[in-house]
């Protein structure tokens, strides 16, 4: 068969979240945020490997993902929702015991109108001006929160990447400021800010990329693998040009693979002439423009063509081929297409 193999390593994937657990104090919780299809890797299985490692609490965006991940986890765990409280949501809220996170004074309204006696959380825009209810917001508000007794009062980082930026340090007084001695859960941490320190952890984090084995977590073990086949080589002259648009001309007689996976598969356009693949431990370079289903590489320097060739593996990991072309692991990650055949080792 030509589909490509997406290996996930479930052990891998559990092993990242207790490291990042460990990171934490005891008395901290450990969330685990699954968005976006776990980002991109299938939330039935790392959800379910999730669970079994210790997260008892995890975070969505949207409220349907919320009720596929109730389906998934059954009834014990406790699920969040970033988005909040959107007009409409109230059924799927209430009926899969979902905790909107409440990013506005509408969202709260709405939310006390339709569901008064619902558990919720409420998100507080620290700074990054995404997210969540202004200070003076909260100011206006928290005395007809407070008493209902708010699951989690959170904020996020924007800068957590990036340990030295005074970002950071903002935020958190900020949020230290507007949350300190009401006696509410509170989590500022994502991956970032888990490794920023104990400042940062208050009573929960919420790591997601960590988790998957991406940066800023530099010793995540990693999650996944690629393996692309070989559909068919040949040998072409010095003088002859690869693919669409002519970008790229042997230099030497060169032995070409042709391999089966594109930028539909995710694989960005923008990686022709510029990434590699490996053949074991040899790297093998990415020649040409990558097209939709198909990409060709120089495997001169093998000694026999090779049935497949990773893109993702021991060598190379997602952030490495994201660097490459000035993006990041998660978008490569969440950004991996529908076609792959998705194998899940570590059991679930
Ligand atoms: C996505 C997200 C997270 C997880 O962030 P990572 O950087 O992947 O660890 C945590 N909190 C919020 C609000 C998010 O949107």
């Not at 700074?127 to 708010?150: D, S």
């Not at 980082?157 to 300190?180: G, S």
């Not at 559909?231 to 040009?241: D, L, N, Y």
Request: hydrophobic residues 45%; negative net charge.
């Amino acid at each position: 068969m030509a589909t490509p193999t997406l290996t996930i390593d479930l052990d891998a994937l559990r092993a990242n979240w207790r490291a990042l657990d460990t990171a934490s104090g005891p008395e901290v919780r450990t969330a685990a945020t699954v968005k976006a299809d776990g980002y991109g890797l299938g939330i039935g299985p790392v959800a379910r490997s999730l669970a079994e490692a210790g997260a008892r609490q995890f975070f969505v965006a949207l409220a349907e993902e919320g009720a596929a991940l109730r389906e998934i986890l059954g009834p014990g765990p406790e699920i969040a929702v970033y988005s909040g409280h959107m007009p409409g949501d109230a059924e799927i809220i209430a009926g899969n015991g979902l905790i909107p996170m409440l990013n506005s004074v509408e969202q709260l309204t709405r939310h006390f109108e339709a569901l008064p006696d619902h558990r919720f959380g409420i998100q507080i825009d620290s700074g990054m001006n995404r997210l969540g209810m202004e200070p003076a917001e909260w100011a206006a508000v928290a005395e007809l929160a407070l008493p209902r007794g708010p699951w989690l009062l959170q904020s996020h980082l924007a800068c957590a990447d990036e340990p030295a930026h005074a970002m950071n340090e903002r935020q958190r007084e900020v949020f230290e400021q507007l949350t300190e001695g009401l006696g509410v859960p509170r989590s500022l941490a994502a991956t970032g800010g888990v490794l920023l320190g104990a400042a940062y952890h208050f009573e929960m984090t919420r790591p997601g990329i960590g988790l998957y084995g991406g940066a800023p977590f530099a010793e995540a073990r990693p999650v996944i693998g690629l393996s692309i086949p070989v559909i068919q080589s040949r040998e072409v002259e010095p003088g002859e040009t690869v693919g669409y648009g002519n970008t790229w001309t042997a230099q030497r007689a060169t032995r070409l693979a042709t391999i089966a996976a594109g930028y539909a598969d995710g694989i960005h356009r923008a990686l022709s002439n510029r990434a590699t693949l490996w053949a074991g431990d040899t790297p093998c370079p990415l020649v040409g423009r990558v097209s939709m289903d198909l990409i060709t590489v120089d495997v001169t320097d093998l000694d026999e063509v090779p049935e497949a060739l990773d893109l993702f593996g021991l060598h190379q990991g997602v952030d490495d081929v994201a660097d490459l072309i000035e993006t990041i692991g998660y978008e490569v990650l969440t950004g991996l297409g529908a076609r792959y055949a998705r194998r899940y080792v570590g059991g679930a």
